[in-house]
């Protein structure tokens, strides 16, 4: 089915590890972002693409990187993990309306669950 | 800058009863409104939208108008099922390059037979 793609499921890192959070979509979306989910505090956007090859920083982007050299794919790099990037992460993808508000939504993954010890 | 508030929770109901979930919003220009729900272990799913003023979304039952005076896109439905025990996100695009999208914190509504 069409839509969008995160691997891994769960994951279980070290405090100092690094990893790479895959996201894939197959609907041709200009727009890809990554959202993290804590308890009581919503969604807080990551890191967002207009297209291949522009990425830009949301509101929490300090110990991820990320980029984007396909329109399908949209990894998050983890650099070195920490206990507070324990987190359930979301990857969201859209098609890009150019400001003229036609409220096209995201399309989400299912997400990765990711504990760091 | 721009955001949206939506009422805490947990709600909890009883089936059949009426649901109100309260969301507001600011900000500039002309956004799109949008209803996310999240059923346990699953990513957030599209629920209704409205992209202009006094535009009625709905789906499933549910709906919300966008009230562009009170600046407001409340979500209603007239009887809820235990199925319907999720977690609801208000949410907002600004319609500006980059489609900035905000959430609000959700809404955590359990429904009880």
């Known amino acids: 089915n069409a839509g969008v793609t995160q691997t891994p499921k769960f994951q279980v890192l070290k405090t100092g590890q690094s990893m790479t959070l895959q996201c894939a979509q197959d609907?041709?979306?200009?727009?890809m972002s990554w959202y993290r989910q804590d308890p009581g505090m919503g969604l807080r956007l990551i890191h967002y693409?207009?297209?291949?090859?522009?990425?830009d920083q949301g509101e929490v982007p300090n110990g991820y990187n990320v980029s984007r050299s396909t329109t399908e794919d949209f990894p998050l790099r983890l650099l070195s993990a920490a206990p507070s990037q324990t987190s359930v992460y979301f990857c969201a993808s859209s098609y890009s309306d150019g400001g003229r508000g036609l409220g096209y939504g995201y399309t989400f993954g299912s997400g990765t669950r990711l504990t760091v010890v | 800058g721009d955001s949206v508030t939506q009422m805490e929770g947990p709600v909890t109901l009883s089936e059949e009863a009426f649901l109100t979930i309260n969301c507001t919003y600011t900000a500039t220009g002309y956004p799109s409104l949008f209803w996310y729900v999240q059923y346990p272990g699953e990513g957030l799913q599209l629920l209704l939208k409205a992209t202009k003023a006094d535009d009625k979304g709905s789906n499933k039952g549910f709906e919300a108008t966008y009230r562009k005076e009170t600046t407001s896109f409340h979500l209603e439905k007239g009887s809820v099922q235990v199925s319907d025990s999720a977690v609801y996100f208000c949410?907002?695009?600004?319609?500006?390059?980059?489609?900035?999208?905000?959430f609000g914190t959700g809404t955590s509504l359990t429904v009880i037979p």
């Open positions: 693409s207009v297209g291949a090859g522009i990425t």
């Open positions: 949410a907002l695009d600004t319609s500006n390059t980059g489609n900035q999208f905000y």
């Open positions: 609907m041709n979306h200009e727009y």
